[in-house]
């Protein structure tokens, strides 16, 4: 059983930088996809990014693309994302997930394994 730990969460003001780290223990998480999702009071989880295993493939949401990064160290076992030029509608909890279905894409809530997530809030 794949166990997932977010941590680097915080509070920043609009224009900073925040560094996520998703550390997974347990087992293998590379079968395909580790993926940042995001979810504000009301609103439902969200992609954010995710990077694919099997080729080092990254995707982005539209909202985020040139200013957040993902990236891995496979040595540690860990994904990390990089928020660049935060703005207040960034503000949320910020959730890791790892391993799809295989059917599924990687914007898929399907997710196999999740953290239990770290918050950013991003003031004005």
């Known amino acids: 059983q794949v166990h997932l730990v977010e941590s680097g969460g915080g509070s920043v003001q609009a224009g900073g930088s925040l560094r996520l780290s998703c550390a997974a223990s347990?087992?293998?998480?590379?079968?395909?996809?580790a993926a940042w999702f995001r979810q504000s009071p009301g609103k439902q989880r969200e992609a954010v990014t995710a990077?694919?295993?099997?080729?080092?493939?990254?995707h982005y949401a539209d909202s985020v693309k040139g200013r957040f990064t993902i990236s891995q160290d496979a040595a540690k076992n860990t994904v990390y994302l990089q928020m660049n030029s935060l703005k207040p509608e960034d503000t949320a909890m910020y959730y890791c997930?790892?391993?799809?279905?295989?059917?599924?894409?990687?914007?898929?809530?399907?997710?196999?394994?999740w953290g239990q997530g770290t918050q950013v809030t991003v003031s004005s």
């Open positions: 347990g087992g293998t998480f590379r079968r395909n996809f």
């Open positions: 990077i694919d295993f099997r080729g080092g493939g990254r």
């Open positions: 997930a790892a391993e799809v279905p295989y059917y599924a894409s990687w914007s898929t809530t399907e997710y196999n394994y």
